[in-house]
């Protein structure tokens, strides 16, 4: 009998541009998820002028390239001033 599959995943830290405004505080959130979804990833997280979000695929695991892309795509976007993602890691395990 083999052990459950581990839940791969990575954080994703982003900083916003200072004082931006509510609307396109949401407007940026709503584009994030979209952005996972359409990887088939789930992502949690928030924060106010820094946000912390951990990202990864149900039933699956979040890839290298899910890393790249996301990353990628905040540093496309005017409301982010700094965009870095962390290594894929075991969010399960508890050490």
């Not at 952005?35 to 002028?49: D, E, I, Q, Y």
């Not at 890691?89 to 508890?94: E, F, M, P, R």
Request: charged share 30%.
């Amino acid at each position: 009998m083999s052990g459950a599959c581990p839940r791969l995943g990575f954080e994703l830290r982003l900083r916003l541009v200072a004082d931006l405004p509510d609307d396109r505080r949401t407007a940026l959130q709503h584009a994030l998820a979209e952005v996972a979804r359409a990887r088939g990833l789930v992502n949690v997280g928030g924060g106010a002028s820094e946000w912390l979000y951990v990202l990864w695929r149900e039933g699956s695991q979040a890839e290298h390239q899910d890393r790249e892309a996301l990353v990628e795509w905040a540093r496309a976007r005017q409301e982010v001033t700094f965009a870095e993602a962390g290594p894929i890691v075991d969010l399960d395990d508890a050490s």
